[in-house]
């Protein structure tokens, strides 16, 4: 069964740090997106990627942020600057169709820890 | 209020219950109407997804919209030590292409 690989699956790292997050979505998926969860917390959606550019994003998703896709098959999130307030559990998930009409399938998540 | 509530829970029950989950929003927009079931370190997975306000059935699992009072519910009949997990519900807007968590119910069915 195809599935959304995420690596790597724990990363520690220092306040102020780049970080890079890589997810593999299911190949003839179309739909690509972020989402993440503070421990103990909500799922909560930081943005949508579709035809190579960002459909939607919320107010979580800020300067720090970014997505790429710079190939057929992955599909990135960096966050330049890391803050203490950045760990949590990201998850990358993908879709054929849109989140409304299709089901979206999440990987397993990256899990960051920032000190 | 909150775009979407649920009860944290925990819930427990022994095996074989029929279990009621319940959500409530307050987006009018909302639409379309999801229920995840998230194992433990795991990601969300997809179990239930509806369009307009009334039931939904499949297998030992029955979705329940009602857009009239924004409530949202899901049974689980036969209830197996394999159903917990937290149940995460997340509607849609109609034209929209993000879904909306909820903080999820934790469910534990007991031997």
């Known amino acids: 069964e195809p599935e959304v690989t995420q690596t790597p699956s724990h990363q520690v790292t220092q306040m102020g740090q780049e970080v890079i997050l890589r997810c593999v979505p299911i190949?003839?998926?179309?739909?690509f997106y972020w989402y993440r969860q503070i421990l103990g917390q909500k799922v909560e959606f930081l943005v949508s990627?579709?035809?190579?550019?960002?459909?939607?994003k919320s107010e979580i998703f800020d300067d720090q942020f970014s997505v790429e896709r710079p190939d057929g098959s992955n599909f990135t999130l960096k966050i330049r600057s890391t803050k203490l307030e950045d760990s949590a559990m990201y998850f990358c998930?993908?879709?054929?169709?849109?989140?409304?009409?299709?089901?979206?399938?999440f990987g397993e998540g990256s899990r960051l820890t920032v000190l | 209020q909150k775009e979407v509530e649920q009860d944290p829970g925990p819930l427990s029950v022994p095996e074989g219950a029929i279990v009621s989950l319940n959500c409530t929003y307050s987006n009018s927009a909302f639409q379309y109407f999801m229920w995840y079931r998230q194992y433990s370190r795991k990601g969300p997975e997809l179990l239930m997804y509806?369009?307009?306000?009334g039931n939904k059935e499949d297998g030992r699992f029955t979705a329940q919209v009602d857009k009239s009072s924004k409530y949202i519910s899901l049974f689980i009949r036969d209830s197996q030590p394999s159903d917990s997990a937290t149940y995460l519900c997340a509607p849609v807007t109609g034209g929209g292409n993000k879904l909306t968590f909820g903080t999820g119910t934790q469910l534990k069915v007991e031997l």
């Open positions: 509806t369009y307009s306000s």
């Open positions: 990627f579709y035809n190579n550019e960002i459909s939607e």
């Open positions: 190949s003839n998926h179309l739909y």
């Open positions: 998930a993908s879709s054929l169709r849109q989140a409304n009409t299709g089901e979206l399938f």
